[in-house]
C-alpha cells in the first residue's frame, strides 16, 4: 500500500510540473524583419506572450558571429553600427521567461541596403584614370557609360579591389558589364 501511495504522489507531482511547463512554455519570435534604410537599420520582431527578455543572435551569411544580446527586453535592435552596406546577414530570436526560455526562431536572412548619397551621384564617371573609379559604394550605372568598355573597366577595377560587383554592372553574373552598351 506504500509502494502504491509513493507511486501515487511521484506521479502528481510529475503531472503538476508538466502543467506548470506547458503553461510557461514560450512561443518562437515570429515576423522577423529588417527595417529602415540609410543610416539606421534595427532588427524586429513581434512580442511574444510571457515573455520577460529576449536572446537575438546575429551573424555574417558565412556564419561568422557578429553579436549576441543576451537579455534584451525590446523587440528591435538597431544594428547600425555593426553591418555593412552590401552585405548579407542573418539572425534569430528566443523568447525567455525568468524560468526558462523558448525555441529559437528560424534565421532570417537580409541584405543591407547599399544608400549612395546625392555627392556620390553627382561624381563624373572617371574610366580613364582608374585611381579616380569609386569601388566603395554604389556610384555607377550603366547609363553612366558610352561604350560597353568604359563600364567593364570600371567593373574589373571594382573586381580587384573590392572583390564584387559593388555597383551592379553585371545583371547576369557573366563577368560581362552593361551588355546593353554593345
Given at each position: ?12 507531482a ?9 503553461v ?5 519570435p515570429?515576423?522577423?524583419q ?20 529576449y ?26 553600427a ?8 542573418k ?85 560581362v ?5 554593345d
Amino acid at each position: 500500500m506504500k509502494k502504491l501511495l509513493l507511486l501515487f504522489a511521484v506521479l502528481t507531482a510529475l503531472s503538476i510540473a508538466s502543467s506548470v511547463y506547458a503553461v510557461n512554455k514560450l512561443a518562437k519570435p515570429t515576423n522577423l524583419q529588417l527595417e529602415g534604410s540609410g543610416e539606421t537599420l534595427t532588427l524586429t520582431w513581434d512580442v511574444v506572450t510571457n515573455a520577460d527578455y529576449y536572446t537575438v543572435r546575429l551573424i555574417t551569411q558565412d556564419v561568422e558571429l557578429v553579436k549576441k544580446w543576451k537579455k534584451t527586453t525590446t523587440t528591435s535592435l538597431n544594428i547600425s553600427a555593426l553591418v555593412e552596406q552590401g552585405s548579407t546577414y542573418k539572425f534569430k530570436v528566443r523568447a525567455c521567461s525568468e524560468s526558462n526560455c523558448g525555441k529559437w526562431s528560424k534565421y532570417k536572412q537580409f541584405e543591407v541596403p547599399i544608400v549612395v548619397t546625392e555627392e556620390e551621384e553627382e561624381q563624373p564617371v572617371p574610366v580613364e584614370n582608374n585611381n579616380s573609379i569609386i569601388c566603395s559604394s554604389d556610384t555607377y550605372n550603366c547609363a553612366d557609360f558610352s561604350t560597353q568598355a568604359e563600364a567593364q573597366s570600371v567593373y574589373n577595377t571594382c573586381m580587384a579591389e573590392v572583390g564584387k560587383d559593388i555597383h551592379r554592372l553585371d545583371s547576369d553574373n557573366d563577368d560581362v558589364a552593361c551588355e546593353s552598351l554593345d
